[in-house]
């Protein structure tokens, strides 16, 4: 992996390319609630704080965020997924119109709930969140259903991110066909793990699992925490047994306030220190990551370029509450700090 560093000029060189590119999501869609308020008082009732109501709003979440994520940075983007046939699913979808996220990709069932994750925040920390939400391995029927939708995509198509967030739609059949699908193809396929899950994850191009995911998945205790990456033994051999084990072209451990580490076989770990000024909330940074690092890997990007562009991005989203996205302008003014 050479070259070190991205100049703003480079970077504003790779959002111009994405422009010209499409990546696929497929993966669990939610709809991602938040009930904003204040406190001021204890209930009687129990020692719990009383949330004075004060409004609501609504974002697409799970893999519809990375759908989010990329249209907010210019980049075309296609949504594959499950939904219900119920009012969070019309909710959803016409937030994913308005944003111009493709959605002829998400099937309908009628058997399943549409995932709704309630967030209530008070003065920009979050009290509580409520999941209602359907677990089940979806259906071979649907999955073929989303696996023909996936096809007539893919084609056209520059990259692929595939969101596991256990809500039951990425089963080994859909990894399964789509790994298939891109490799026929040539297709970039990156994948956000949940380890619960038990895939076979072998032979992708990318994978970002979080510290406590990569533990997981190389199924070895994390007993060695350093605040320098490559003094930690432990997270040393999680990179290696994954790289090893699963095979994938490219590994990104994100680490938190640590920064992230890019794994590549052959080749030393390269550890890119965070950017965040402040960490107001981490929900779906992971999605960020994802989301900038492939589309800027479709838009010709090295992997270290993509990492270190994720990595900004990340930087701006953990600095706002909610699930945020950062535009190519806000990304760009990152790079003058």
């Known amino acids: ?86 009012d969070a ?24 709930h549409t995932s ?29 259903r989303l696996i023909a939708e996936f096809k007539l995509k893919l084609a056209k198509a520059d990259a692929v991110i595939v969101g596991d967030y256990g809500k039951g739609v990425v089963t080994q059949l859909l990894l399964n066909e789509i790994k298939a699908l891109c490799h026929r193809q040539g297709v970039w396929l990156s994948l956000d793990p949940k380890p619960v899950h038990h895939l076979n994850l072998s032979n992708l191009s990318l ?12 199924d070895l205790p994390d007993d060695t925490k350093n605040a320098n990456p490559f003094a930690d033994k432990s997270l040393m051999l999680v990179a290696e047994r994954l790289l090893r084990e699963l095979n994938p072209a490219l590994l990104l451990i994100t680490l938190g306030e640590l920064g992230m580490l890019l794994c590549q076989r052959g080749q030393k770990p390269f550890h890119i220190p965070t950017v965040a000024q402040e960490v107001f909330d981490v929900s779906g940074a992971g999605d960020t990551v994802i989301a900038t690092f492939t589309l800027a890997v479709a838009a010709g990007a090295s992997p270290i370029e993509a990492a270190i562009l994720s990595n900004h991005a990340a930087g701006i989203v953990v600095g706002k509450v909610g699930t945020a996205v950062t535009s190519p302008e806000e990304l760009l003014a990152s790079f003058g700090k």
């Open 1 to 86: 992996m050479n070259g070190k560093t991205l100049s703003v000029i480079r970077a504003r060189q790779i959002l111009s390319a994405a422009q010209k590119t499409r990546v696929l999501v497929v993966g669990d869609v939610m709809l991602d609630q938040f009930i904003w308020g204040g406190v001021s008082r204890i209930s009687p009732e129990a020692p719990v704080p009383v949330v004075d109501f004060q409004r609501e709003s609504f974002m697409p979440g799970g893999a519809a965020n990375v759908a989010r994520n990329l249209v907010s940075l210019q980049t075309p983007s296609e949504l594959f997924g499950a939904i219900g046939q119920d």
């Open 89 to 112: 699913a019309r909710k959803l979808l016409k937030l994913l119109g308005e944003q111009k996220i493709g959605c002829s990709g998400l099937v309908k069932n009628s058997r399943r």
């Open 116 to 144: 709704i994750k309630t967030r209530i925040v008070a003065h920009q920390q979050q009290v509580v969140r409520i999941d209602r939400e359907t677990r089940g391995a979806l259906d071979t029927k649907t999955t073929a």
């Open 207 to 218: 994978i970002t699992p979080n510290r406590k995911e990569a533990f997981e998945l190389a």
